[in-house]
Structure formats: C-alpha cells, structure tokens
C-alpha cells in the first residue's frame, strides 16, 4: 500500500464547475500537507500549504485536511480550462525535516 | 531571474553509461533537491543539500550521486545507468527547509536503453 493514495483520473468536468481533488494517507505523523498543479511537460508549482487540520482558502481553490480520517481535499471553484493539469498532493511529518511524500497526482481536463 | 534551470531537457542513455544531469539557481536558495517522476508514482526524493557542502540521501538515492560546492549548482551524477533509471528528473529549490515553497526546474526526461 502507497503511503499517500490519489485517483489518477483523469478527471473530466465542464467550465464552472466544481472540483473536488483528494488524497488518502496511512502515515498519521503527517502534519504539513501541500497541493501542487503541474502543467504538462513543466514542473510542479506550489498552490496550497497547510499545516494540521482545517481549511484554507485562497482565491477559487480551498484546501481541506481531516486528520482523523487522514483525508485531505483540494476544491477548485468556478473551474476554468487554464486549471487543466496534474494536481499533486504532498506530505511532511515536520517542517524541519526535508522529505516530502508525494501522491500520484490527478490528471484534471476542464472542457470549455 | 531565470529561476532553477535544467540541462539538458532530453537525454537517451544506453545502459551503463555515466553522465551528469545539471542544475542551477539565481534566487540564492540554501536548500536543493533533485527528485525524479515516474507515470502514476509522484515525486520521490533522490538526495537534497541545505547549503554548500552539505548533502544528505533522500529516499532512493542508490545509482545516484551530488556534490554541492556552490550555492548555485546542484549536478546529479548517474554511474552505470541502468533502464530502471529511465525517468523525468527535477531539480528544485528553496530558501528555508519544506515549509518554504519549492520552485522546481523544467525536467530532464532521461531514457535508458
């Protein structure tokens, strides 16, 4: 079993719509929690950091952490097709350390 | 600034080959990190460095070497290459440690043969 789990997809959805991304995870050492989108042929840019649970907003996207069910969420709001790409969630035990632990990723496609 | 660079993009191999997968950066970062990607199997880290002269294994180091001596430069060196190896490889950086934002180069889509 993966550490951290994540659907490749791909996911489908029309314009404006919502988008719900998620990753599972075993290890609950994690506190430090990341989503980052990664074009095609580019490399990965950082959307979302967040530490321990709760949500954090930042414009269209929100991220989402449950620690008790060591579940975690990125929602993407009025999708556009600029938002097209691989989203990647990642994990880290402390800030101090250096290893991050990367899901999959899930391959997105926003359809005008 | 030119950010973290890459070279070269495109690279075949046959095996047991050596070469060096260069990477550089201008926002003068103490903390660098070189991960490779696989389809489906996320990022996993190669080996990182915290400033000049520090270098420390990631989570699949084998087959791979770094040296560190400048600020700037973070070469990874492949000995022996071998089909296992064939892979997208990323260089990244940042000012602090993980809970800083990594900025990531263009890749290195390594093919071994």
């Known amino acids: 079993q993966k550490e951290v789990e994540q659907d490749p997809g791909p996911l489908s959805v029309p314009e404006g719509a919502i988008v719900s991304l998620n990753c599972t995870y075993s290890n609950s050492a994690f506190q430090y929690f990341m989503w980052y989108r990664q074009y095609s042929r580019k490399g990965p840019e950082l959307l979302m950091y967040t530490y321990s649970s709760g949500n954090k907003e930042d414009g269209r996207f929100t991220a989402q952490v449950d620690k008790s069910s060591k579940y975690i969420s990125l929602f993407i709001r009025d999708s556009q097709p600029s938002d097209s790409a691989t989203y990647l969630c990642a994990m880290s035990v402390n800030n101090a350390g250096n290893m991050l632990t990367f899901g999959g990723g899930t391959r997105l496609m926003v359809k005008p | 600034n030119a950010g973290v660079t890459q070279t070269p993009k495109f690279r075949i191999l046959k095996i047991g080959q050596s070469m060096t997968l260069q990477c550089a950066q201008d926002m003068n970062h103490n903390y660098m990190y070189w991960y490779r990607q696989d389809p489906g199997m996320g990022l996993k880290l190669i080996y990182y460095?915290?400033?000049?002269?520090?270098?420390d294994k990631g989570e699949v180091p084998n087959g791979y070497n770094v040296s560190r001596s400048t600020t700037e430069d973070f070469p990874l060196r492949l000995e022996l290459a071998a089909p296992s190896q064939t892979s997208v490889y990323f260089c990244?950086?940042?000012?602090?440690?993980?809970?800083?934002?990594?900025?990531f180069g263009p890749g290195t889509r390594l093919t071994v043969l």
């Open positions: 460095s915290v400033g000049a002269g520090i270098t």
């Open positions: 990244a950086s940042s000012y602090y440690g993980i809970q800083d934002t990594q900025y």
